[in-house]
């Protein structure tokens, strides 16, 4: 995908800031010199400090210039992530996810799917439809409690395209990643083991936990450097992990992406420790550039690693239908499958079966990317132009999520309370952890097109945290 001239400029004063060339509180040099130098228009230079603004990077003096940004990023304070929480959560979840509102009234940027507008409808529709035709009453029938033999195996080939070795027979089929998650953590678990988590973490993971009755150790995922693996070396001395659950590809809510030196460090520190890694790969497809990210999986010779997905994001979400490749822990995840009930339905496995089977796949994946990163390159301009200054968020490189810092002196709860009244839905930052840590935060998903409507909910939204009060 092509890199606009003013991303390229801010990713290269990034570099020289990340490098150490441009140290914290060093003057940056002018828009004009820059101009010179980049050999480039005035505005294009703009657009660039613009963004490292928003990343946080530089902060602008009035009448002075750009500096590089001198306040350290809100790290947790020392010891805290060794700090075991209970999982008491200030959210109700029902809250969050219930539909108490008239939906007709209301921007959603709070449902991690695909909008209405770009869900593949006519792709599962027909598929689903010429399945029924075909199989008719033997969908009538109970299926394998580990999934369709068929499928399994198209999962298997499509993952090896990514360096994922799975094994077809070691596969389970499960009603999506939330599933996947609750059947790893239980596989490898007992009520009152801690676990670590990232932090944030998506709230239907931490509500699968407090159901668990597991104690948590929330490891910070940093705005720059993604998963603190560090902090997990160190929470390891001090405790018995039995597990971390991580989203290494597009984490939601941050969009954070683990290179793959991280990913062999992270499996690293949990041989070291023999602790099982539960890796949610659910956003792993929906990548805007380059190659497909590979998984821990990718590294794996143990068997410590359980590697989970669903097509709920790159497909839709009503058709419940997921993997767990459980590894070494495979009897035991596979008794709490058949435990848990039923196979999922067998017109969602045939369906999927014949998507993954074919070109058809592979060719929606190809626009949904491009149409995920251009409302995510809209959303960001949007937040640029209708946010306060101080606002802060990364662009991320696939998913569908954006992780937006509201100015510290903005009253987030006021600033809610005027969103639920205008219509505007956006997903709290205190929902996504334990601890208070993200009060100051809301997550924004850009998984749907814009509309006037759409446009004009985010304006009013940014205007109110913009208003002096
Ligand atoms: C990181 C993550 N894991 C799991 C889920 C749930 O996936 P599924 O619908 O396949 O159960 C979500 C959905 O929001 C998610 O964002």
Redesign the pocket.
């Given at each position: 995908m092509k890199q606009y001239r003013y991303e390229e400029i801010a990713a290269d004063i990034e570099s020289k800031i990340t490098g150490g060339q441009y140290l914290p509180g060093h003057k940056l040099p002018s828009v004009r010199a820059q101009k010179e130098r980049y050999q480039t228009s005035l505005s294009t230079i703009q657009s660039a400090y613009d963004d490292l603004l928003l990343k946080g990077l530089v902060e602008s003096v009035p009448r002075s210039g750009y500096f590089v940004r001198t306040r350290p990023e809100p790290l947790p304070k020392a010891g805290e992530t060794m700090l075991i929480r209970d999982p008491v959560f200030r959210n109700n979840l029902a809250a969050i996810t219930s539909e108490n509102l008239q939906r007709s009234a209301l921007s959603e940027f709070n449902v991690?799917?695909p909008g209405d507008l770009l869900l593949p409808q006519q792709l599962l529709l027909k598929t689903m439809q010429q399945v029924i035709r075909e199989k008719g009453a033997a969908l009538l029938k109970y299926y394998p409690a580990n999934g369709l033999a068929a499928l399994r195996e198209a999962i298997t080939k499509r993952a090896a395209h990514y360096n994922t070795r799975l094994q077809a027979n070691e596969l389970l089929i499960t009603d999506?990643?939330?599933?996947a998650?609750y059947i790893a953590l239980s596989a490898v678990c007992a009520p009152g083991d801690v676990i670590a988590i990232e932090s944030p973490c998506?709230f239907?993971?931490l509500e699968v936990i407090r159901v668990l009755r597991l104690k948590v150790v929330e490891i910070p995922i940093q705005p720059r450097t993604g998963f603190d693996i560090a902090a997990l070396q160190a929470a390891c001395s001090i405790h018995a992990l039995k597990a971390v659950v991580v989203?290494p590809n597009f984490h939601?809510p941050t969009g954070a992406l683990m290179s793959d030196e991280q990913k062999r460090w992270l499996l690293q520190v949990a041989q070291t420790n023999n602790m099982a890694i539960i890796e949610?790969d659910?956003?792993g497809e929906l990548f805007f550039n380059g190659q497909r990210p590979c998984t821990i999986r990718s590294f794996d010779n143990s068997g410590l690693v359980m590697t989970c997905s669903?097509f709920?994001?790159s497909l839709a979400?009503g058709v419940?239908l997921?993997w767990l490749s459980p590894g070494r822990f495979y009897s035991q995840a596979e008794q709490i499958r058949f435990a848990i009930g039923s196979a999922v339905s067998p017109v969602y496995q045939e369906t999927i079966l014949r998507i993954v089977d074919s070109s058809a796949y592979e060719k929606h994946l190809r626009t949904f990317r491009q149409q995920l990163q251009a409302q995510c390159n809209q959303s960001l301009r949007l937040i640029k132009d209708y946010f306060p200054a101080g606002t802060r968020v990364a662009k991320p490189q696939g998913g569908y999520h954006l992780w937006v810092q509201l100015p510290e002196q903005q009253d987030t709860a006021s600033f809610y309370r005027y969103c639920a009244q205008a219509g505007v839905r956006f997903t709290p930052g205190s929902a996504f952890s334990f601890s208070n840590r993200y009060d100051q935060y809301f997550r924004l998903v850009f998984a749907d097109k814009y509309t006037p409507a759409k446009e004009a909910a985010l304006r009013k939204a940014g205007a109110y945290a913009a208003t002096p009060r």
């Open positions: 991690a799917a999506g990643a939330l599933q998650i998506i239907s993971v989203t939601n949610n659910i956003y669903s709920a994001k979400p419940r997921g």
